[in-house]
Nanobody, 126 residues
Framework: QVQLIESGGGLVQPGGSLTLFCTAS????????MGWFRQAPGKEREFVAA????????YYKHSVKGRFTISRNNAESTVTLQMNTLKPEDTASYYC???????????????????WGEGTLVTVSS
């Protein structure tokens, strides 16, 4: 089992920046991917970004590419999502996730990962 705890959400004005943090504990040795998903009110959960735990290769939802950056620190078992130029449509609960890598990345992006944090709320509003 992998436990995930997020932090860093809050209220930010459009055009502003926010950084989300996630700390993993437990069986972190089985993680192949870590990532972030989000769910806006009344909408389905969607993939935002992912990173391979060993090589650090990153993947992004098209609408956040160039604005968001995912990174990881293997020694501290943490993953960070730096969000810049935030827009009102980025408002959502953001969930940290981890995956064992048994399924394809495309499947993971569509259906989600194996382990989840409880989420942190990001509100972009003036």
């Amino acid at each position: 089992q992998v436990q995930l705890i997020e932090s860093g959400g809050g209220l930010v004005q459009p055009g502003g920046s926010l950084t989300l943090f996630c700390t993993a504990s437990g069986r972190t040795d089985i993680m192949e991917y870590m990532g972030w998903f989000r769910q806006a009110p009344g909408k389905e959960r969607e993939f935002v970004a992912a990173i391979t735990w060993d090589t650090g290769v990153s993947y992004y939802k098209h609408s956040v590419k160039g604005r968001f950056t995912i990174s990881r620190n293997n020694a501290e078992s943490t993953v960070t999502l730096q969000m810049n130029t935030l827009k009102p449509e980025d408002t959502a609960s953001y969930y940290c996730a981890a995956d064992k890598g048994i399924r394809s990345l495309a499947t993971i992006m569509t259906y989600g990962m194996d382990y989840w944090g409880e989420g942190t709320l990001v509100t972009v509003s003036s």
